[in-house]
T-cell receptor
Framework: GQNIDQPTEMTATEGAIVQINCTYQTSGFNGLFWYQQHAGEAPTFLSYNVLDGLEEKGRFSSFLSRSKGYSYLLLKELQMKDSASYLCAVRDQNGANNLFFGTGTRLTVIP | KAGVTQTPRYLIKTRGQQVTLSCSPISGHRSVSWYQQTPGQGLQFLFEYFSETQRNKGNFPGRFSGRQFSNSRSEMNVSTLELGDSALYLC????????????FGSGTRLTVV
């Protein structure tokens, strides 16, 4: 089966840096996604990694290590609006559009 | 451009009834995927349609079905509703491969009583 693990909750301070980890065990691998979901809203796409290494996009960066089945999402210069759930998802097949999601990490940013 | 539109936003149904949910993808997107989101399980894949054909299917019972029309709009149907079907049902569209991420709709909140 597919198993995606991430912490349930995290709290961080405004202006700080936070790292949200995700580990996965899947039958195949063809990309890892991070989504942000504010309460009561649709998930929005943040990043996609298919090769090892770091992808940087503004205040957000995502890292992947395929050999370790590990990824993290790094959020810098935290803002109050970053309080949301962050979802890690893995695609296990090339060309497939079905993603396996973790249960999400609820991040609370405090002043 | 318009986003992914799901209707209705909220539904209350009784056990044993059936329900049909609708999703209109972004113009030009031919792939539509459906997910069920519950607090305990997170997002779980139901099925994906591409060019009117079911391309992938998750591990849900046969009570859950779907279809896609020639204009890429999609519907999903749940028959013989159970209390455990109460969830947020999300639809997501992409051009083909979701390498640059799906675009999700705001979802339909289904409550079964």
């Amino acid at each position: 089966g597919q198993n995606i693990d991430q912490p349930t909750e995290m709290t961080a301070t405004e202006g700080a840096i936070v790292q949200i980890n995700c580990t996965y065990q899947t039958s195949g691998f063809n990309g890892l996604f991070w989504y942000q979901q504010h309460a009561g809203e649709a998930p929005t796409f943040l990043s996609y990694n298919v090769l090892d290494g770091l992808e940087e996009k503004g205040r957000f960066s995502s890292f992947l290590s395929r050999s370790k089945g590990y990824s993290y999402l790094l959020l810098k210069e935290l803002q109050m609006k970053d309080s949301a759930s962050y979802l890690c998802a893995v695609r296990d097949q090339n060309g497939a559009n079905n993603l396996f999601f973790g249960t999400g990490t609820r991040l609370t940013v405090i002043p | 451009k318009a986003g992914v539109t799901q209707t209705p936003r909220y539904l209350i149904k009784t056990r044993g009834q059936q329900v049909t949910l609708s999703c209109s993808p972004i113009s030009g997107h031919r792939s539509v995927s459906w997910y069920q989101q519950t607090p305990g399980q997170g997002l779980q894949f139901l099925f994906e349609y591409f060019s009117e054909t079911q391309r992938n299917k998750g591990n849900f019972p046969g009570r859950f079905s779907g279809r896609q029309f020639s204009n890429s709009r999609s519907e999903m149907n749940v028959s013989t509703l159970e209390l455990g079907d109460s969830a947020l049902y999300l639809c997501a569209s992409s051009r083909d491969s979701a390498n640059y991420g799906y675009t999700f709709g705001s979802g339909t909140r289904l409550t079964v009583v």
